[in-house]
């Protein structure tokens, strides 16, 4: 069974910053990326930022470039997103998404295979 677990959401001052971790589990696949997306209250979800299976690709869409780290460690099957200079903007809940893919990575959220529950990260004074 396949299972992904995020942590490291809460509360945050704008010009803050939070890290987001993402646990896997159960995936058989050597090769899979990592995606993470957010939805906001009445909002679409949306692609953040994701990271191809040995980590040597990443991606960012405009609203996380230059403030948001995207990581991975493999050896213990966690995934990271750094999040910096936040602004109230970024409130939303933050998923992160396994795709089975060999090399590179995207954020076509309807084409993951699995998500997590979601971590929600509030930005406000």
């Known amino acids: 069974q396949v299972q992904l677990v995020e942590s490291g959401g809460g509360l945050v001052q704008p010009g803050g910053s939070v890290r987001l971790s993402c646990a896997a589990s159960?995936?058989?696949?050597?090769?899979?990326?990592i995606g993470w997306f957010r939805q906001a209250p009445g909002k679409a979800r949306a692609g953040v930022s994701c990271?191809?299976?040995?980590?040597?690709?990443?991606f960012y869409a405009d609203s996380a470039k230059g403030r948001f780290t995207i990581s991975r460690d493999n050896a213990k099957n966690t995934m990271s997103l750094q999040m910096d200079s936040l602004e109230p903007g970024d409130t939303a809940v933050y998923y992160c998404?396994?795709?089975?893919?060999?090399?590179?990575?995207?954020?076509?959220?309807?084409?993951?295979?699995?998500w997590g529950q979601g971590t929600q990260v509030t930005v406000s004074s």
């Open positions: 990271i191809g299976s040995d980590g040597s690709s990443t």
């Open positions: 159960g995936i058989t696949s050597d090769y899979y990326a």
């Open positions: 998404a396994a795709l089975k893919l060999r090399n590179g990575c995207h954020l076509f959220s309807s084409t993951y295979d699995y």
